[in-house]
């Protein structure tokens, strides 16, 4: 499981590049995050993905977002409509069937309670799309200081 800074769509080499300089300017220290909350996007009458949200912590994810951000702007990538909105996607939805019956379960544990993750480093990845899914690789990593 990730958290998605910023969806790069496909790009150059030169443009990952210049991303991977970006990413070693920053710097951060380890920190946690506590994980809890699980709801849907776009919302539970229409369920495409549901996720599992951030808590305590999730102002140490925003201000590596803000880090990075300005830095992808200055390389020319146009700034993210959908901005940041920290979450583990757990499940993508891709029929209606029993629709209701899993908004139902994901209310039902809307509150509910994962634990906390330790956050080290921040990954450059690369997604395949394959019949069964995607499959993640990472190009790049910067590690917390």
């Known amino acids: 499981m990730h958290f998605t800074f910023r969806f790069l769509g496909e790009v150059p080499s030169a443009t990952i590049e210049a991303v991977k300089k970006a990413m070693n300017e920053l710097t951060f220290e380890p920190f946690s995050l506590t994980i809890n909350g699980i709801g849907a996007f776009p919302n539970l009458r229409r369920i495409n993905v549901i996720w599992i949200g951030v808590t305590a912590g999730q102002d140490r994810l925003e201000q590596l977002y803000k880090q990075l951000e300005p830095k992808l702007r200055q ?71």
């Open 75 to 145: 390389i020319g990538m146009t700034p993210d409509d959908k901005g940041f909105n920290p979450h583990l996607t757990i499940a993508r939805v891709k029929s209606g069937l029993n629709r209701d019956a899993l908004a139902a379960y994901v209310e039902k544990l809307g509150a509910a309670k994962f634990g906390t993750i330790t956050v080290t480093a921040l990954r450059l990845k690369k997604s395949t799309l394959t019949p069964t899914g995607p499959i993640y690789s990472t190009i790049h990593e910067i590690a917390a200081s």
